[in-house]
């Protein structure tokens, strides 16, 4: 998926590498305001920038191990930084040969808990309840990590240099729905006891300019292709966004 810039909130850039951000930042989904600082991404130019949430595609594997149960594994492309007006610049898709990509392999458990009839006659939407998932993000700074789907497994090559941003063991709270109608779905994923790494805390700051603290990372998605059939095994992918959560 390609963003071009949309338009920046006034007052919404960063002051040089401080990573601070500008109090009348709202977020995506609710999510923490906060500022990103690119430049300890090797390779990168010196460029800070302030966003609520960020945008990616991703693909993925649905492996149905009982009826109305599956274990899905994915990856998603990070795609652009946003904050409440649009797309913020940033060396992700900016600023060339600058460039930098940034990824995330995860895993989550489905277990269907209602059906429904659609408006097409025929069709049929599944509704899933989601735990017992993990998720990992990376930055890749020479953009040449290639990640695929083998036997329903994430398959990762040329990530000698990436560089771990954070991650979250288990999966709070979630839910899923699929169709085979002219829309195929949507998902929300909360997953619980996120850490950013030194790395991860290097790039993401709080409106003080100090490390970003998160606990939850929060992922919405769109499900735009089953590449499959509803209710057994099939790759859906599709786009969404992600962001953080503090909750006590």
Same mark, same amino acid.
């Given at each position: ?79 652009s930084f946003q904050d409440v007006v649009g797309v913020v610049d940033s060396q992700i898709n ?8 940034m990824y995330a392999r995860y895993v989550y458990q489905g277990e269907e808990c209602s059906s429904?009839?659609?408006?097409? &006659? @025929? !069709?049929?939407?599944? /509704? ?8 990992? =993000?990376?930055? %890749? ?29 288990a999966s709070v709270y979630g839910e899923k729905t699929e169709t085979d109608a002219r829309i ?29 603290? &998160? @606990? !939850?990372?929060?992922? /919405? ?8 059939? =509803?209710?057994? %095994? ?15």
């Amino acid at each position: 998926m390609t963003h071009k810039r949309l338009a920046v909130l006034a007052g919404a850039a960063l002051m040089g590498v401080q990573g601070l951000v500008p109090s009348n930042a709202y977020a995506v989904g609710n999510g923490l305001p906060f500022g990103f600082r690119e430049t300890p991404i090797p390779g990168t130019q010196m460029h800070g920038l302030a966003a609520t949430g960020q945008d990616f595609t991703y693909h993925a594997c649905a492996d149905f191990t009982a009826p109305g149960v599956f274990v899905e594994r994915g990856y998603f492309w990070v795609s652009s930084f946003q904050d409440v007006v649009g797309v913020v610049d940033s060396q992700i898709n900016d600023f060339m040969p600058n460039g930098y990509n940034m990824y995330a392999r995860y895993v989550y458990q489905g277990e269907e808990c209602s059906s429904d009839d659609m408006c097409e &006659a @025929n !069709r049929t939407r599944l /509704n899933y309840e989601l735990h017992e998932g993990s998720i990992q =993000l990376f930055v %890749d700074p020479m953009s040449d990590t290639v990640l695929g789907l083998a036997g329903c497994a994430v398959t990762v090559a040329n990530n000698a240099d990436d560089l771990l941003v954070g991650g979250a063991p288990a999966s709070v709270y979630g839910e899923k729905t699929e169709t085979d109608a002219r829309i195929n779905g949507d998902f929300e994923i909360e997953f619980s006891g996120w850490n950013f790494t030194n790395f991860g805390h290097a790039l993401y700051r709080n409106p003080n300019g100090n490390p970003l603290l &998160a @606990n !939850r990372l929060v992922v /919405n998605g769109n499900v735009t292709q089953l590449l499959g059939p =509803l209710g057994a %095994d099939h790759r859906p992918e599709g786009s969404g966004n992600f962001f953080f959560l503090w909750v006590d």
